[in-house]
């Protein structure tokens, strides 16, 4: 049996919710390196590198000949706004359903908890919130695009 990227989902979630710093699966010809940010092996220990995440994405794409949309390139972040990352790995919606407009947009006002958007894991949805009152100044993913742990999803500005 196959590991499924279903399947390799479902294992980076319960990595990002365990107390492990550092996980090494071989599967097969399926390999997965990954660990948590701060984590430094031992002294001695022959315990292997991690692997950057987009290595691990591209890497994880070319075994299983599925394409990976590639991560969006960070544009310059300006002083003062405030980043909304990513609390799983997931595929990004940026609305409810396909038929309705998106949570927010560049420019759109938001308070403290306001929904940004979804994030989707094995058919589970994880809302987006934001940490602050302000203004949406960037918007970093596109609907539909995988995303990591921690990476940075909305810039906004806050309310003074």
């Known amino acids: 049996m196959d590991l499924t990227d279903d399947d390799v989902l479902e294992i980076l979630k319960l990595f990002e919710q365990s107390k492990f710093d550092f ?3 071989e599967h097969g010809d399926r390999k997965i390196t990954i660990s948590k940010p701060g984590y430094g092996p031992p002294a001695g220990s022959a315990a292997a590198p991690a692997i950057p995440s987009q290595a691990r994405t591209a890497d994880a794409a070319s075994k299983s000949g599925s ?3 590639p991560k969006p390139i960070p544009t310059p972040i300006e002083a003062g706004l405030i980043p909304i990352t990513s609390p799983i790995v997931g595929k990004f919606y940026a609305a409810p359903s ?3 407009p998106p949570f927010v947009e560049i420019g759109s006002r938001v308070a403290v908890d306001a929904t940004l958007g979804l994030i989707e894991v094995m058919k589970v949805f994880t809302s987006i919130k ?3 009152a302000g203004t949406v100044e960037q ?3 596109t609907n539909g ?3 990591e742990y921690g990476q940075p999803l909305f810039f906004i ?3 003074a």
Request: aromatic share 0%.
């Open 98 to 100: 396909p038929n309705d």
């Open 23 to 25: 996980l090494h699966l």
């Open 67 to 69: 394409e990976v949309a």
């Open 157 to 159: 500005r806050p309310e």
């Open 139 to 141: 918007i970093l993913v």
């Open 130 to 132: 934001s940490t602050v």
């Open 145 to 147: 695009a995988s995303v």
